[in-house]
């Protein structure tokens, strides 16, 4: 039998009529007592603690049905702020938003040099840009985290970033020495899978395959609700898996890795070599395809069709309700979904093809940035004895 002692109950109860208020506002006490099950003195002394605490505000009254009107409560989303920036091969992104994940703003700064102690010194300056963005809250900046394209054990060390050119190096650490700010440092797929299953279209499921897809490919899978890590913190490493064992060779050391024959990478090497030009930008190929130009066009239809293979064998692994493709792939659905739906139809059984949706991202590189800073703001609500799911 499972016992539980006072101050985890009250936690838990706490916790009850903070998600309530969260999901529900306006919504009175007496509202939360009946979703709850919770008495109305209990409820009454938790929102006391609350208001205290400066998380929770009353504002106006309900209607009543005789008596007095109810007092109306709402979350207190300025009550701090977080940091989420995503460190990427070509540039970082960051935003600062409040305790409801609204973006309050918004930077970002090219990247002229992949040598860490440069990127790291980049981070740092667009986190002090948007820390003087901050407004004026009563806790002050309640965390960091940074995404990156690369494999993060469960402590937070980058193990290995090929297309950056990372292996075993630390910048949570150097991070919280500069900040003396909590500082988390995650997995960008896996950022994004939050920040799709939280804010996203990912939403109304329970079991996700995220697939971000830019210079490489990382995937971030949510099953039965929450961020699946595995064992030490890097499960789901799909853009690595050899869909041609025979191919080409990997920075990461592998051969036919997926990432190599279905990124943002292969289709601007197709690209140029089927327009006959020295290189070319996704921009440039995107604009050739709107203009119904043939080369382009063919390009998108290979790379969607390698996407379409890897994403067989992800879908007999991880069996996911909708697969999302993000980050810079997402705005290229005109040209890239009908091949990979052709190729999921020709590998797949019929009940496969029947049991997942395939979904773009309508945020497209804003989900790492918003699963980011949804771990920074749990994180902080946890030390604060007010425990929240993170999906």
């Given at each position: 039998?499972?016992?539980?002692?006072?101050?985890?109950?009250?936690?838990?109860?706490?916790?009850?009529?903070?998600?309530?208020?969260?999901?529900?506002?306006?919504?009175?006490?007496?509202?939360?007592?009946?979703?709850?099950?919770?008495?109305?003195?209990?409820?009454?002394?938790?929102?006391?603690?609350?208001?205290?605490?400066?998380?929770?505000?009353?504002?106006?009254?309900?209607?009543?049905?005789?008596?007095?009107?109810?007092?109306?409560?709402?979350?207190?989303?300025?009550?701090?702020?977080?940091?989420?920036?995503?460190?990427?091969?070509?540039?970082?992104?960051?935003?600062?938003?409040?305790?409801?994940?609204?973006?309050?703003?918004?930077?970002?700064?090219?990247?002229?040099?992949?040598?860490?102690?440069?990127?790291?010194?980049?981070?740092?300056?667009?986190?002090?840009?948007?820390?003087?963005?901050?407004?004026?809250?009563?806790?002050?900046?309640?965390?960091?985290?940074?995404?990156?394209?690369?494999?993060v054990d469960s402590k937070g060390n980058i193990l290995l970033a090929p297309n950056l050119?990372?292996?075993?190096?630390?910048?949570?650490?150097?991070?919280?020495?500069?900040?003396?700010?909590?500082?988390?440092?995650?997995?960008?797929?896996?950022?994004?899978?939050?920040?799709?299953?939280?804010?996203?279209?990912?939403?109304?499921?329970?079991?996700?395959?995220?697939?971000?897809?830019?210079?490489?490919?990382?995937?971030?899978?949510?099953?039965?609700?929450?961020?699946?890590?595995?064992?030490?913190?890097?499960?789901?490493?799909?853009?690595?898996?050899?869909?041609?064992?025979?191919?080409?060779?990997?920075?990461?050391?592998?051969?036919?890795?997926?990432?190599?024959y279905s990124s943002e990478k292969a289709l601007l090497e197709i690209a140029a070599i089927?327009?006959?030009?020295?290189?070319?930008?996704?921009?440039?190929?995107?604009?050739?395809?709107?203009?119904?130009?043939?080369?382009?066009?063919?390009?998108?239809?290979?790379?969607?069709?390698?996407?379409?293979?890897?994403?067989?064998?992800?879908?007999?692994?991880?069996?996911?309700?909708?697969?999302?493709?993000?980050?810079?792939?997402?705005?290229?659905?005109?040209?890239?979904?009908?091949?990979?739906?052709?190729?999921?139809?020709?590998?797949?059984?019929?009940?496969?093809?029947?049991?997942?949706?395939?979904?773009?991202?309508?945020?497209?590189?804003?989900?790492?940035?918003?699963?980011?800073?949804?771990?920074?703001?749990s994180q902080f609500f946890n030390r604060h004895r007010i425990h929240l799911t993170v999906?």
């Amino acid at each position: 039998m499972i016992t539980i002692d006072h101050e985890t109950m009250k936690d838990m109860n706490k916790s009850t009529v903070f998600r309530l208020i969260q999901r529900h506002a306006p919504i009175s006490r007496a509202d939360i007592a009946k979703r709850s099950g919770l008495n109305k003195a209990t409820v009454s002394a938790l929102v006391a603690q609350l208001i205290e605490n400066q998380f929770v505000y009353e504002i106006g009254t309900g209607d009543s049905s005789g008596g007095r009107k109810p007092v109306l409560l709402y979350c207190n989303d300025r009550a701090s702020h977080a940091i989420s920036v995503d460190i990427g091969v070509n540039g970082l992104l960051g935003i600062i938003t409040d305790l409801s994940g609204k973006t309050i703003a918004k930077r970002e700064m090219a990247l002229t040099s992949k040598e860490f102690n440069i990127v790291l010194a980049n981070t740092e300056a667009i986190i002090e840009q948007l820390i003087h963005e901050a407004p004026p809250s009563p806790y002050g900046i309640c965390g960091i985290t940074a995404s990156v394209p690369g494999i993060v054990d469960s402590k937070g060390n980058i193990l290995l970033a090929p297309n950056l050119g990372w292996e075993n190096v630390d910048i949570k650490t150097a991070l919280e020495h500069t900040f003396k700010l909590p500082v988390v440092v995650i997995n960008e797929a896996n950022a994004g899978a939050l920040g799709e299953k939280q804010y996203g279209v990912g939403k109304p499921y329970s079991a996700i395959s995220y697939i971000s897809v830019s210079i490489g490919i990382g995937t971030g899978q949510i099953i039965d609700g929450k961020l699946f890590t595995g064992a030490n913190g890097f499960a789901g490493e799909f853009g690595h898996m050899s869909i041609d064992r025979h191919g080409k060779q990997c920075r990461c050391g592998n051969q036919g890795c997926w990432e190599l024959y279905s990124s943002e990478k292969a289709l601007l090497e197709i690209a140029a070599i089927n327009m006959n030009r020295r290189s070319i930008s996704l921009e440039q190929v995107l604009a050739a395809a709107e203009a119904e130009n043939r080369a382009a066009l063919n390009a998108f239809a290979a790379v969607g069709h390698s996407l379409g293979i890897g994403l067989v064998s992800m879908i007999h692994s991880m069996n996911p309700e909708a697969i999302i493709i993000g980050n810079r792939f997402a705005k290229l659905k005109p040209y890239i979904q009908s091949p990979i739906e052709e190729t999921l139809a020709k590998h797949l059984p019929s009940y496969y093809q029947k049991a997942v949706k395939l979904l773009f991202s309508e945020l497209g590189q804003e989900a790492p940035l918003l699963g980011g800073s949804l771990l920074a703001t749990s994180q902080f609500f946890n030390r604060h004895r007010i425990h929240l799911t993170v999906h």
